[in-house]
């Protein structure tokens, strides 16, 4: 069964940093690119970057370029999401999801992060 | 950057109704690079359709899709109570490679 487990959730305090994990079982993880979705509350779906842990090739979308860091360890089929130094409104909630062909088959079950003084 | 246009905002209906959501892309998208999914409160988003019309796994039969170039649908043919939710069109492919539309809240009468 494929799976992807997200790592919990996070209370931080503005300019800490932060790396969330996105863990996948069940399924070649180095042979499909992971993405991240960023979904601040209330409001709609926002792709952040995708990452294809094969090689790590890394793509950004141009709204999230410089602000976080996508990287993944192969040697144990984990995705990151990293930010160096965290703002108020980096809060929400942040999904995994697997890429295939023309869409995402499977998402994990969200990362809520919220940043607070 | 291709941006996505879902209408109407909020589709208020009764169970057993047809619903018609509607993606238009403001550049051609490929039909095999078009998808749907469904986010209810508290959970992660589904894959409903891929492909503008093929159905995901386990997906029942009243969500089709259709649709090509810039405009795209989603039909649910008899609107189920667990069918109100939250749904996304989705482009894949096109640089930044995927976006999303803002979404269209399906929503009891």
């Known amino acids: 069964e494929v799976q992807l487990v997200q790592s919990g959730a996070e209370v931080k305090k503005p300019g800490e940093s932060l790396k969330i994990s996105c863990k996948g079982s069940g399924y070649s993880f180095t042979s499909y690119w992971i993405g991240w979705v960023r979904q601040m509350p209330g409001k709609g779906l926002e792709w952040m970057g995708i990452i294809y842990p094969g090689d790590s090739d890394t793509r950004y979308s141009p709204s999230f370029q410089g602000q976080v860091t996508i990287s993944a360890d192969k040697s144990i089929s984990t995705a990151y999401l990293q930010w160096s130094s965290l703002k108020a409104s980096d809060t929400a909630m942040y999904y995994c999801a697997r890429l295939v062909v023309g869409a995402t088959d499977y998402w994990g079950q969200g990362t809520l992060v919220t940043v607070s003084s | 950057e291709i941006v996505l246009t879902q209408s109407p905002g909020t589709l208020s209906l009764s169970p057993g109704e047809r619903a018609t959501l509607s993606c238009r892309a403001s550049?051609?998208?490929?039909?095999?690079?078009l998808a749907w999914y469904q986010q209810k409160p508290g959970q992660a988003p589904r894959l409903l359709i891929y492909?503008?019309?093929s159905r995901a796994t386990g997906i029942p039969d009243r969500f089709s899709g259709s649709g090509s170039g810039t405009d795209f649908t989603l039909t649910i043919s008899r609107l189920e109570p667990e069918d109100f939710a939250v749904y996304y069109c989705?482009?894949?492919?096109?640089?930044?490679?995927?976006?999303f539309g803002q979404g269209t809240r399906l929503e009891i009468k």
């Open positions: 492909g503008a019309s």
């Open positions: 550049q051609s998208v490929s039909s095999s690079y």
């Open positions: 989705q482009q894949y492919g096109s640089s930044p490679w995927i976006t």
